[in-house]
């Protein structure tokens, strides 16, 4: 094959924790009677409260094909590129097993929010049943050096709270506010995702929301901009990279001989970029990751609508074609049309064969 796919999981494989009927169909078409790949396959999730292995568990049980971790990419994957961060004190943000994740990926000094609210008790008092009864704060000698933010959180007034804390004072957050610490020190935020579908009628929110909250309370006490280091996950031109590599990484484990050239997005709109390129730390280890096109296929089992219009701006004020991407993507509304749209991912399948004059 000179093609691969990238394949969404919400609202394309599944709703919440059901399989979309059609996502079965698509994969036996997509494996050989060993059960082995006929292409190179991706799954590109914004997901990130779990590790990798027990996403492909998961995917595994619910298409009934057999799928490895590197095959699955969530949202945090592309932080095992940024490795200047591996030594340092982060502070994590989100939920499921944040420390086995951060520590997967890398990072050796991990902090949850949870530990730096025992550390400082002080610091959390929205919820009054939870204020502590001694107030006396301990004195601790640790810089925190970086914030990593992997998803949405439960508590989102403790993790609003204690992250505008850590910023606002340079990563000591017992001590008082300075202002006049900007920029900041570095964020890393994996999925910007306003909202995703689950089992219910209408979209839930998601990490992107948070998102937008920490960075309105952030611009209200400070009048500045909360800058991030990078932003992953889909749509990042950083994500579409290193999801690139994972589909090569496969054609050469099998062996085959021909060049990737295109990608199809299934369920994922085009990529865009960031309006603050990040650091080049991590595009050498990618820079053989060239392929010519990668077109998006969209499918009408999830978030998106065929019938509204693009938005002509992230500005556009009109509820049907607002922008939902993150303020810091360049809109082109070009980027946001899809290549494709197609009822379900067993079409998109059939219709990407098709295209490719590929026969199994």
Same mark, same amino acid.
């Given at each position: ?7 969404? #999981? ?7 924790? !059901?399989?979309?009927?059609? *996502? ?11 059960? /082995? ?15 990798? /292995? ?14 490895? /971790? ?19 004190? $982060? ?9 086995? #994740? ?25 919820? +009054? ?54 920029? +900041? ?26 998102? $937008?909250? =920490? ?35 496969? *054609? *050469? ?7 990737? /050239? ?8 085009? !990529? ?25 296929? =969209? ?18 004020? #009109?509820?049907?074609? $607002?922008? +939902? ?7 082109? &509304? ?8 197609? &009822? ?17």
């Amino acid at each position: 094959p000179s093609f691969g796919f990238l394949f969404d #999981i919400d609202g394309v494989l599944v709703r919440g924790k !059901t399989p979309i009927p059609a *996502a079965k169909r698509a994969f036996q078409k997509l494996v050989n009677s060993q059960g /082995q790949f006929l292409v190179p396959v991706v799954f590109v999730t914004n997901a990130g409260n779990c590790l990798r /292995q027990k996403k492909a568990d998961q995917l595994s049980h619910l298409l009934g094909v057999p799928i490895s /971790q590197d095959q699955v990419m969530m949202s945090h994957s592309p932080l095992r590129m940024f490795k200047r961060y591996h030594e340092k004190c $982060v502070l994590v943000s989100g939920q499921g097993p944040l420390l086995d #994740i951060a520590q997967d990926l890398g990072f050796c000094q991990p902090i949850t929010i949870e530990t730096l609210r025992e550390k400082y008790p002080l610091l959390d008092v929205v919820d +009054h049943d939870r204020r502590p009864n001694v107030l006396v704060s301990e004195y601790f000698c640790f810089k925190i050096l970086s914030v990593v933010l992997f998803g949405e959180p439960v508590r989102w007034e403790t993790n609003l709270q204690l992250i505008i804390d850590v910023l606002l004072t340079s990563g000591y957050p017992g001590n008082p506010y300075h202002h006049d610490n900007y920029p +900041h020190i570095p964020v890393l935020a994996c999925n910007t995702d306003l909202m995703w579908v689950t089992e219910a009628q209408s979209p839930r929110f998601g990490h992107g929301t948070f998102m $937008v909250c =920490l960075e309105n309370i952030y611009k209200k006490i400070t009048g500045k901009d909360l800058k991030y280091e990078a932003l992953m996950g889909k749509p990042s031109k950083l994500t579409y990279q290193y999801a690139e590599y994972l589909v090569r990484a496969q *054609a *050469a484990e099998r062996q085959w001989q021909q060049a990737i /050239q295109t990608l199809y997005a299934v369920g994922g709109s085009a !990529t865009l970029s960031q309006d603050e390129e990040i650091g080049n730390s991590w595009e050498a280890e990618l820079a053989s990751a060239a392929a010519a096109h990668c077109r998006s296929v =969209l499918v009408c089992t999830g978030v998106y609508n065929p019938h509204t219009e693009a938005p002509s701006g992230p500005r556009e004020s #009109i509820t049907e074609t $607002v922008f +939902h991407g993150h303020r810091d993507f360049r809109f082109d &509304p070009g980027l946001v049309e899809p290549g494709h749209i197609v &009822p379900d991912v067993d079409a998109a399948v059939d219709l990407v064969f098709q295209l490719e004059n590929f026969a199994p």
